[in-house]
């Protein structure tokens, strides 16, 4: 079975900091990997995905994500953090065919002035 | 455009009591998903709904919980007998296709808290 495990519940940084956010998954097969964010009441919110094009990808508001095969990771990063970067990130797999996300636990990212 | 919406946004209930909960996916978007955010849990996947297809069940934890999607759109999860176990945050999404790629559009979700 598909499975994610994000290191560390939570996370603290320095505003200007670099924000690394770590995620493992196990699968037989290359996978889709997503990463999501999600602020205070709100719902998820897509931040990138892997799609077997480029390794490195970039999403949204500066992050960005490599998949490394040989480590089975794809771990999130920000070169700088800023306050509003606050919020709950959660890493997903979706293994091949019609099936649904697998999620991690999820990790908190606060940032501090 | 709109995005998923879901009602209520908080629901307290006393145990054994009946809930619903209700899902109202993108315009034009097939796939509707259910997931529960327990603390420290993560979303764990409860059921699954593509076009007309017979739903993927497989997520839901026991027969005290049901949905259903009527024409092809709104759905309703039920919890019937509700226990302590159940208060989390239930969350919906949809997609405009099922494909592995394919976005998931998340609801702010549904507060339950079972007293």
């Known amino acids: 079975a598909q499975s994610v495990t994000q290191l560390g519940s939570h996370v603290s940084v320095s505003e200007g900091a670099l924000v690394l956010l770590r995620c493992n998954y196990s699968s037989s097969v290359p996978p889709y990997l997503f990463w999501y964010v999600q602020y205070p009441n709100q719902g998820l919110q897509l931040l990138l995905k892997?799609?077997?094009?480029?390794?490195l990808v970039k999403g949204i508001n500066g992050f960005e994500a490599e998949f490394k095969k040989s480590e089975t990771s794809f771990h999130l990063t920000k070169p700088s953090a800023h306050m509003s970067d606050a919020a709950e990130y959660f890493c997903a797999v979706r293994p091949p065919g019609n099936t649904p996300l697998v999620f991690g636990k999820g990790t908190r990212l606060s940032v501090i002035a | 455009g709109a995005g998923v919406s879901q009602s209520p946004s908080n629901k307290v209930t006393e145990k054994g009591k009946d809930v619903e909960l209700r899902c109202d996916p993108i315009s034009g978007h097939t796939a509707l998903y259910w997931y529960r955010q327990s603390l420290g849990q993560g979303l764990e996947f409860l059921i699954y709904?593509?076009?007309?297809?017979?739903?993927?069940k497989s997520g839901l934890p026991s027969d005290r919980f049901s949905a259903e999607r009527t024409g092809g759109s709104v759905s309703t999860l039920t919890i019937q007998r509700t226990q302590q176990e159940d208060s989390a945050v239930y969350l919906c999404a949809s997609s405009l296709a099922s494909g592995e790629t394919s976005e998931q559009y998340f609801g702010p979700g549904t507060r339950l808290t079972v007293t």
């Open positions: 892997y799609t077997s094009a480029a390794t």
């Open positions: 709904f593509q076009g007309n297809s017979a739903p993927d």
